[in-house]
Structure formats: structure tokens, C-alpha cells
């Protein structure tokens, strides 16, 4: 069946390093995102793309960077991670671009930043 | 500034008891609403998709109904495996950003 995956499911990192988070999605999506869950905030958007070689900043993208090489994989880099990007990252895929083609996500990857 | 509210943030109800959940929107360029199922270390589950105002959708024990300023998630009769955070959130006509809610956790006791 086709999915959706990230990796790894749980991180514990160190103020100041370099950290990917990987999504890798098998329904041959052309639209990927990259959100951020906080208690007492919505799901927000961090990065997204809606092909290979192509990619957006969403509303909180300060310290996150993507790239995309091909259809499937998205990774997420915190080029230097700080105790504010603790969080429970959530990768997305959608088929179309436009309005209303509902985004299907993964399982989450819970980073720890100390 | 696009905003999605949700009510209430918690809500606990016996199995059989009915309710709803609301969602209110002020989002500019609004052409529809997600809600999306949430369950404790998962990612959100995708449940309806609402595009206009009068529009209806059901699944199992849930409807979605969608106003001009709000929509509503109406659980009947509920059972514990209802027991999830039901997330709302708001699309516009560019592209497939979306705008969500903080969610209703929502438990459902025997």
C-alpha cells in the first residue's frame, strides 16, 4: 500500500547542531509539506513544494530548509537547532496543488533540542 | 490575520451521548474546510472535505456541516474509539496551504 514515512520517529539533539528529518512518500504525490505541532498551536507550515527542485517558505521556515531532489522525499534540516525548535514534526503529501485536494500525513517525528 | 477557532478545546462525553464540535473561520479567500482526525502520537487522519456553505458529509457516527462562518462536527452516539482530537482547518483558492485549528480533544467514556 502506498504511504507516507518519517524518520526517525523520535531525536534528541544538542543546541547548536544540524539535524534532517526525513519524510519519504510512496503515492507519487507532487505536493509535500513540512508542518510544526505545538501545544496551543494549530499544525503551521513550515516548508513546502509542489515538485521536484521546487520549494516555498511557509509562516515559521526561520531556521529550516528543504531541498527536493525527486518525487518521493522531502527532508527537513535544522541547520542549527535551537531549544525553540522542540516540536512534533508531521510530513504531508497532497496530489494536486489546487484548493481542496486533501493532504495525507505521516506519523510525526518528536525532536528534542537541549 | 487567517485565523481557525476551535470549541471547546476539551470535551468529555458517555458513550451513546450526543454532541458537536465547533469551528469557527476568519479566513480570507475561504473555499473550504478539512476536519481531520488526531489520535495520541499519530498524524492527523484526513476525515471531510466541506466546500460550501449548506454542504453536508457524513461517516459512521460523524456529520460535517459547513456554514458561512463556521462548521460543525456532530458526533452521534459515540463510542470510546471516537476518543481522538478532531482538528478543522481552512483552505484558501492559492495552492494547498492550509490554515488549522488548535483541535477539540474529545473523550468518550462507558
Known amino acids: ?114 | 490575520e487567517d485565523q481557525v477557532t476551535q470549541s471547546p478545546e476539551a470535551l468529555r462525553l458517555q458513550e451513546g451521548e450526543s454532541s458537536s464540535l465547533n469551528c469557527s473561520y476568519t479566513v480570507s479567500g475561504l473555499r473550504g474546510l478539512f476536519w481531520y482526525r488526531q489520535d495520541p502520537g499519530k498524524g492527523p487522519e484526513f476525515l471531510f472535505t466541506l466546500y460550501s456553505a449548506g454542504e453536508e458529509k457524513e461517516k459512521e457516527r460523524l456529520k460535517a456541516t459547513l456554514t458561512k462562518k463556521e462548521s460543525f462536527l456532530h458526533i452521534t452516539a459515540p463510542k470510546p474509539e471516537d476518543s481522538a482530537t478532531y482538528l478543522c482547518a481552512g483552505f484558501t483558492g492559492t495552492a494547498s496551504k492550509l490554515t488549522f485549528g488548535t483541535g477539540t480533544r474529545l473523550q468518550v467514556t462507558l
Open chain 1, 1 to 114: 500500500d502506498a504511504e507516507i514515512t518519517q524518520s526517525p520517529r523520535h531525536k534528541i539533539t544538542e543546541t547548536g547542531r544540524q539535524v534532517t528529518l526525513a519524510c519519504h512518500q510512496t503515492w507519487n504525490h507532487n505536493n509535500m509539506f513540512w508542518y510544526r505541532q505545538d501545544l496551543g498551536h494549530g499544525l503551521r507550515l513550515i516548508h513546502y513544494s509542489y515538485g521536484v527542485h521546487d520549494t516555498n517558505k511557509g509562516e515559521v521556515s526561520d531556521g529550516y530548509s528543504v531541498s527536493r531532489s525527486n518525487t518521493e522525499d522531502l527532508p527537513l534540516t535544522l541547520e542549527s537547532a535551537a531549544s525553540s525548535q522542540t516540536s512534533v514534526y508531521f510530513c504531508a503529501s497532497s496530489l494536486l496543488a489546487g484548493a481542496g485536494n486533501e493532504q495525507f500525513f505521516g506519523p510525526g517525528t518528536r525532536l528534542t533540542v537541549l
